[in-house]
């Protein structure tokens, strides 16, 4: 639904060349928000897609893994538009390995990604919030941040991490017109995930759709995947007046998986 309730608003979101990322700022444009876009690979196709929304929108290739870029790309954000208002720290990548064979530099790679980028942003981002005295810094988690998985120790422990770093904000902010809140999202078909499902098809010598299915059963009572749309909307909440006091949650839109 289209209300434009973010109309003047700036909204940066990391990694929104894809999946969930730009799920969410087409959410966010679908209320009047301006985007700036970050990511790899082709940026035209999905900036123009947030911009048909009738928004201004720009982009910053940022390496969300050099701190010196995300510097660069917040002064960006800040000439372009005055200041970033919604902040969505969303960029996260994956490797799939035993503790044992872990190769180092995928963990820094993970660690910086997924969970040091917020820290940059969110640390450049939070004097002009609280200037304004409104602020929203949404932290794309998983349910990661809530449980372990095998195989994905870099991965959980980040994304346990960012839940704890939203905590922190959250209590730094409590009594400002700032909020930090964390997304929890279970399965939701992306590259990320996709990447997932082929390996399992490869290894096991089964069909894709019998791997969905696997994927799914082992973690998913719903049997569904969460949607980037529907991430986009929880977005769309948590910058809304009534959620003006959700402070510090990490709300999870994960089909059950960690109400069992
Ligand atoms: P995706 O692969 O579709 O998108 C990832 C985005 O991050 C892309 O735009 C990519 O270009 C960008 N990116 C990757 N490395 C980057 C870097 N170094 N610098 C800048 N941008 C970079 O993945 P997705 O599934 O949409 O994942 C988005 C977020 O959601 C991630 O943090 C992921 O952990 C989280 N998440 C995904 C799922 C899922 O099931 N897909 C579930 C829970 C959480």
């Not at 700036?10 to 209320?31: D, E, F, H, N, Y």
């Not at 010598?205 to 059963?217: C, D, R, V, Y």
Request: glycine share 10%; with cysteine; hydrophobic share 45%.
């Amino acid at each position: 639904m289209t209300t434009h309730t973010l109309k003047g608003k700036t909204a940066l979101v990391t990694g929104s060349t894809s999946g969930i990322g730009l799920g969410i700022a087409k959410s966010l444009a679908q209320q009047g928000a301006n985007i700036v876009l970050n990511g790899f690979g082709d940026h035209a196709g999905p900036q123009a897609e947030v911009a048909a929304l009738g928004v201004q929108t720009a982009y910053h290739g940022a390496d969300m893994s050099k701190a010196s870029e995300i510097e660069a790309m917040m002064k960006f954000a800040a000439e372009k538009f005055g200041g970033v208002d919604i902040l969505v720290n969303n960029a996260g990548i994956q490797h799939v390995a035993n503790v044992e064979d872990f190769p180092i530099e995928r963990w820094d790679a993970i660690i910086a990604i997924n969970l040091s980028s917020a820290f940059h942003t969110s640390r450049l981002a939070l004097p002009y919030m609280k200037q304004q005295n409104w602020g929203r810094i949404i932290n794309v988690a998983s349910v990661h941040g809530l449980v372990g998985s095998a195989q994905k120790s870099a991965y959980v422990a980040a994304k346990h991490g960012i839940v704890g770093l939203t905590k922190v904000t959250a209590l730094e902010t409590a009594s400002t017109g700032v909020t930090c809140n964390a997304i929890c999202p279970g399965w939701v078909l992306t590259p990320l995930v996709q990447k997932q499902v082929d390996a399992k098809a490869l290894t096991l010598k089964i069909s894709n759709e019998e791997a969905t299915k696997m994927l799914l059963g082992e973690k998913e009572p719903s049997m569904q995947f969460t949607t980037p749309e529907e991430l986009g909307e929880l977005a769309v909440f948590f910058c809304s007046k009534a959620a003006q006091n959700v402070r510090g949650v990490a709300w999870n839109m994960d089909g059950g998986w960690t109400a069992k």
